[in-house]
């Protein structure tokens, strides 16, 4: 009895008991956790399927990363017959997360290529159905194209030139965030995440600058600086 009812519960998550069979994948019923050898094998045979599987492969891709552990996840990409190198599997992660955010109409829409996806994944998810219905992102969108329009919008939303030394320091830092995110971990946009909470917290908590000669005697500015999360 158990027998049976184990080769139901591979049968219903896509497992095949015979190792010649390759099932196909549906990552909507792959069950969290899996082995990271499972984990593999499904990442490889979807990208054996080619550039048609691109965003199934991100999006598996994504659910690997969620369900290992960090050393897990690290080493699945060491092993000599790994489909492909850390950072690009990272960077498929990246996709496949910005692709939970699509509905079906709008990733169909999309160009295939993985390149082309990291780029327009730095942008807001909730622009996208209309820079589809404007025909700015399309299945023929070229590599250089994406670059253009990703540019192009973030610059539009981008502040003025900042006037102070301040100000020129958070436009570089704002810059940095938008070029490298696509390239951090989960643990270091939480942990990153949680930095820059709390010292918007500290700046909003802080009073604003006034004159000495017009402070009183018990009015005194804070000293204590704020206890960010390390990033790491």
């Not at 005194?220 to 390390?230: E, F, G, I, S, Y």
């Amino acid at each position: 009895m158990d027998g049976i009812g184990i080769r139901h519960s591979e049968q219903s998550i896509g497992l095949s008991t015979t190792p010649s069979q390759e099932a196909p994948i549906d990552s909507s019923i792959i069950p969290l956790p899996l082995a990271a050898t499972e984990w593999d094998r499904r990442i490889k045979s979807c990208h054996n399927r080619g550039k048609t599987h691109t965003l199934e492969l991100c999006r598996i891709t994504s659910m690997a990363r969620d369900g290992l552990k960090r050393g897990e996840w690290s080493t699945l990409w060491r092993k000599e017959d790994a489909a492909f190198s850390k950072s690009k599997a990272d960077k498929l992660a990246r996709v496949g997360d910005w692709l939970k955010n699509l509905n079906a109409h709008s990733c169909e829409h999309l160009p295939a290529g993985w390149q082309i996806l990291h780029l327009l994944c730095r942008l807001d998810p909730r622009i996208v159905p209309a820079l589809i219905r404007d025909s700015e992102i399309k299945p023929s969108l070229t590599l250089v194209q994406a670059r253009n329009l990703v540019n192009r919008l973030l610059r539009r939303v981008a502040p003025r030139r900042p006037r102070s030394a301040a100000q020129c320091r958070a436009a570089r830092f704002c810059a940095f965030v938008r070029q490298s995110v696509g390239n951090w971990s989960e643990d270091e946009r939480n942990a990153i995440t949680t930095a820059l909470t709390e010292i918007c917290s500290f700046i909003h908590g802080y009073p604003a600058k006034l004159p000495r000669q017009v402070l009183s005697a018990d009015q005194t500015l804070p000293t204590q600086q704020p206890r960010l999360a390390t990033v790491g």
